[in-house]
């Protein structure tokens, strides 16, 4: 069974940097045909991709937020790794991993959780 | 990158009800497209990839079509479980995954 599950902090300052974490199980982050996505949602608002990794340690970032983000993977702990600095109040939203395959089609499939994240002094 | 618009943005509708969502590209992406449905305070769950292919494990009462722009999500008769909110995304520009706004599906 593929399950992935987002940690990090609930409470975040602003101008902080924030790292949330990808836990995933059931598939290595070495399989050739699948990466880990991070997607966020602020409340009551649309879904928003944000990056991607593959195996092969391609990154893929949102070019509104690249500056920002920084993406990385520890394949021995099969964690993903998502940085966002710089971080704002409308920052706040739940983010979300997902396992994104990288051969067509793709699709995120599934989710982690989802984990929410407020920016707040 | 690539818009996605979804229409209508909420909906009323009774069981048994077909109920018909539609999305729309600002650019042709061929049949990357893909449909997602969440519930309240769930993470969004893979309906429909590829525009018209079902995902293992949903239901057959969940159907997509189209290619270009134009795209629906059907579902043919409503069940209590379907009320959520929808979500179409492209896969077309994998350098710039985008989704549509969401299409609330309620109550009548």
């Known amino acids: 069974q593929v399950t992935l599950k987002e940690s990090g902090p609930v409470l975040v300052k602003p101008t902080e940097t924030l790292t949330l974490t990808c836990t995933v199980s059931?598939?290595?982050?070495?399989?050739?045909?699948?990466?880990v996505s991070w997607i966020r949602q602020p409340p009551g608002k649309a879904l928003e991709w944000l990056a991607h990794?593959?195996?092969?340690?391609?990154?893929t970032y949102k070019k509104s937020l690249k500056r920002r983000l920084t993406i990385s993977k520890d394949t021995s702990k099969s964690q993903v790794v998502l940085t966002m600095t710089d971080m704002d109040p409308v920052d706040t939203a739940t983010y979300y991993c997902?396992?994104?395959?990288?051969?067509?089609?793709?699709?995120?499939?599934?989710w982690g959780q989802g984990t929410l994240v407020t920016v707040s002094s | 990158d690539i818009q996605m618009t979804q229409s209508p943005s909420s909906l009323s509708a009774s069981v048994g009800d077909r109920v018909t969502i539609t999305c729309r590209a600002s650019?042709?992406?061929?049949?990357?497209l893909n449909w997602y449905q969440q519930k309240p305070g769930k993470a969004p769950n893979l309906l429909i990839y590829?525009?018209?292919s079902l995902q293992s494990g949903v239901p057959s009462r969940f159907s997509g079509s189209g290619s270009g722009t134009d795209f629906t999500l059907t579902i043919s008769s409503l069940q209590p479980e379907d009320f959520a909110t929808y979500y179409c995304?492209?896969?077309?520009?994998?350098?710039?995954?985008?989704f549509g706004g969401g299409t609330k599906v309620e109550i009548k």
């Open positions: 059931g598939f290595s982050l070495n399989t050739a045909t699948m990466g």
């Open positions: 590829a525009a018209s």
């Open positions: 997902a396992r994104i395959n990288f051969v067509e089609p793709n699709f995120f499939d599934p």
């Open positions: 650019q042709t992406i061929s049949t990357y």
């Open positions: 995304q492209q896969s077309y520009n994998t350098l710039g995954l985008t």
């Open positions: 990794i593959f195996s092969n340690d391609e990154k």
